[in-house]
């Protein structure tokens, strides 16, 4: 299953975060500091948390300016939520669930701050109370008091009284828990041979049997479903590998002898790496007096030595390959790393080994590259173990490594999240890919009193918040804006968006195919289209520019500078693409009713009707009208979630038609 959205409330500095959508793979949390990020993931992990996690604890977790609230008894932690999250099933997990609950969409999951765990399905029957089946169960006990009271020996207790005995004390609204059920079930079996066959009240019982069978099946489902709830791994604190390790030590402290102590950890995964404890490790090494009578035949002592060995080798190659994946990404440049893992009957030592053959200790290596070396061994060793199928929460993951390494550890990042869904936090534009927008969430806290909010949009009333966004914008561009010959120049992000995503979507269904060579380049708004458009023709480079119909896009168009620059044919307009007349058509208008039907699902907005009567109206202002708090931005980004899971014969006959003369025209501009 897929986490799908969170929302985190009465958390440390978190009110309440608002709801928010998390990525199928990749979720990217930004913001300032202080300003909730951390707090966000730490939260999010108490869903799930791994073994070793301590418990939500009021007096440390709960907002200490409301603690006086529950020391004072007003407010019961029982009734806190902490973290809300709904997964997407899988077809895996609709697998294993009964034929009847196959249509069951998800789980929705609450831990509240007395570390209680609350668990629904979504889209399955809701199991029954007993204000649902009172109706149903009085008439049937007063139907048995009359029988009852007609036999020559009536019973003591009336079926009636047998029934209030059982219930009198239940919540009627809230659904009937498994003991209550069966509760229930035994006093209808009991009462059933004094019901006529055939009768409405058979009818009646039967139907009581089945829905509490039902809510069997119900609660059946749900225990599988939370064995298959993915484990929420925090990795806040990478913690070190030491590049010596005095196994007997550490022996001691596995074996419950000493405590073991917060800088051990990076060492104890390794060795759960290597598929060894201390001892074994320590163990295999030597050779004992005892040992020695016993073991006489030598080969048995260089069998042992030789499987430590191998899986010292194996770990080795598994993690020197990961490493150089990213610190060595280019094999021109002679900088080739291998660690080295060595072990004797006292320590284990890691060390690494350059180009040249010489080893150096570890812990000598650059503060960037130690931390690399303990993040791989740390995921490898939970990954491996209880942490396969899990979510992992990154805190500022690669602070210390270069800007260029960072930028290859996105891409790590991103295999990560192949197979382990991941949301992490960063400050860094360099694990901000330019592609990757739709996967930032921001989050800020402007004012202590409202607490930290997390944005799905891209949007901040604090523009230092973007900074990271900005900056990755700003370093692709400054290495892509002159790379490539053609280059179409759009307003803004949310055109890029379109033309990406239609780009993609038209070339995999054989309907039209934008030059690969083509880089798109988006200018930030209308106004600033002639500035990209001179820089990049002052460099011998070809370029469009694509405008709305809109008024900036019609300045943009008329200004004297952008004329000269680019010929005619390369100021492209959305309107002359248009099948229909719209008044100041945007990019938006060559997909109307796409977006008319993504609007309905996304925004629970019907916008259709109205479309339809003023059908010379941008699409873009009557969407503005009709759904609240509406912005370009989430409407493309639904767009492009849209698109993933769409094929191009899914498009209108228009939009396809539209678009394929767009992309025609925008390959003979920049031929």
Same mark, same amino acid.
């Given at each position: 299953? %897929? ?14 975060? !608002?709801?928010f ?6 979720t990217? *949390?930004?913001g ?5 990020? @951390?707090?966000?993931l ?9 073994k070793?996690?301590?418990?939500l ?20 932690p ?7 999250v709904?997964f ?6 609709r ?6 609950? %196959? ?10 701050l007395?570390?209680?765990?609350a ?14 089946? @009172?109706?149903? *169960?009085?008439?049937l ?42 509760a ?5 079996? !009991?009462?059933?041979?004094?019901i006529?066959?055939? @009768?409405?009240?058979e ?19 749900r225990?599988?479903?939370?064995? %298959? ?20 030590? *550490? ?25 060894f ?24 002592i260089?069998?042992r ?6 899986k ?7 993690l020197?390959?990961?490493?150089? @994946? ?51 061994v ?25 800007a ?32 990757e ?13 409202? !607490? ?11 523009p ?10 700003g ?19 949310t ?32 106004g600033k289209?002639?500035?990209?458009a ?9 370029v ?13 168009? %008329? ?10 044919r ?12 719209v008044n ?10 796409? *977006? ?11 916008a ?16 503005a009208?009709e ?20 094929v ?8 396809r ?15």
């Open positions: 299953m %897929r986490l799908k959205t969170a929302r985190i409330q009465n958390y440390r500095s978190i009110l309440d975060t !608002g709801e959508e998390v990525d199928h793979d990749k990217i *949390l930004v300032i500091n202080e300003a909730g990020k @951390s707090a966000v730490q939260a999010l992990q108490h869903i799930n948390p791994p070793d996690i301590a418990p604890d009021p007096l440390r977790d709960y907002p200490r300016a409301l603690y006086n609230d529950i020391s004072r008894g007003i407010v019961d029982a009734n806190v939520p902490v973290a809300t709904t997407e099933l899988e077809d895996a997990d697998a294993v669930l009964p034929d009847g609950l %196959r249509e069951t969409t998800g789980l929705i999951v609450v831990r509240y007395n570390n209680v765990r668990v629904a399905l979504l889209g399955a029957p809701e199991k029954p109370s007993l204000k649902v089946l @009172s109706k149903d *169960l009085l008439r006990s007063s139907y048995l008091d009359i029988q009852a009271t007609a036999q020559e020996n009536p019973p003591k207790v009336k079926p009636s009284e047998q029934l209030q005995s059982i219930t009198g004390k239940w919540n009627e609204t809230t659904s009937l828990s498994s003991e209550q059920r069966t229930l079930k035994k006093w209808l079996e !009991g009462i059933l041979p004094e006529e066959e055939g @009768s409405d009240h009818k009646r019982y039967d139907i009581l049997i089945e829905r509490l069978s039902d809510a069997d099946e119900i609660e059946t489902a225990t599988t479903l939370i064995e %298959r709830i993915p484990v929420f791994v925090l990795f806040s604190n990478y913690f070190r590998v030491r590049a010596r390790l005095q196994l007997e030590a *550490l022996a001691r402290k596995q074996a419950g002898k000493e405590e073991i102590d917060r800088t051990d950890y990076g060492n104890i995964c390794l060795l759960n790496l290597l598929g404890t201390a001892k074994e490790l320590s163990d295999l090494g030597r050779v004992t007096d005892e040992e020695r009578k016993t073991l006489t035949d030598s080969g048995a260089a069998k030595l030789d499987e430590r060995g191998a010292l080798n194996a770990a080795e190659a598994m020197t390959r990961e490493i150089r @994946s990213i610190w060595n990404p280019d094999p021109d440049k002679d900088e080739a790393k291998t660690l080295r893992i060595f072990a004797d009957g006292a320590y284990l030592k890691v060390t690494v080994e350059d180009s040249i053959g010489v080893n150096i200790d570890l812990d000598q290596r650059s503060e960037g590259f130690q931390w690399l070396v303990s993040f791989f740390v995921f490898f060793s939970e990954a491996q173990g209880n942490h396969e199928n899990a979510i992992l929460l990154l805190d500022e993951p690669g602070v210390s490594l270069h260029l390494k960072q930028r290859e550890f996105q891409k790590t990042i991103s295999r990560l999240a192949a197979t382990n869904q991941t949301i992490f936090s960063t400050h860094s534009p360099f694990l901000v890919g330019s592609g927008l739709d996967k930032v969430r921001v989050v800020e806290m402007t004012d202590r009193e409202v !607490g930290t909010k997390v944005h799905t949009t891209v949007k901040s009333s604090d230092a918040a973007l900074l990271p966004l900005q900056e990755a914008l370093y692709d561009m400054a290495h892509s804006l002159f790379a490539h010959k053609r280059n179409l120049i759009t307003e803004g992000l055109d890029y968006f379109y033309v990406d995503a239609m780009t993609q979507l038209l070339r995999s269904g054989g309907v039209a195919d934008l030059n690969p060579k083509i880089a798109i380049v988006p200018a930030g708004d209308a289209v002639v500035y990209f001179t820089i990049l023709h002052a460099h011998n480079l070809k469009a520019a694509l405008l709305d119909s809109d008024p900036a896009g019609e300045n943009a168009a %008329r200004q004297d500078t952008l004329v000269h620059t680019l010929k005619q390369a100021i492209v307009r959305t309107r002359d693409f248009l099948k229909n007349e100041g058509a945007e990019i938006e208008d060559l997909l109307r009713e796409t *977006l008319i039907g993504i609007a309905n699902t996304e925004f629970g907005t019907n259709k009707a109205i479309a339809d009567a003023q059908s010379k109206r941008p699409i873009v202002d009557i969407l009208k759904v609240p708090d509406f912005s370009k931005y989430k409407l493309a980004k639904a767009f492009v979630r849209w698109s993933r899971e769409h191009a014969a899914d498009l209108t006959v228009n939009e038609e539209q678009w394929k003369s767009l992309i025609d025209h925008l390959n003979k501009a920049l031929e």
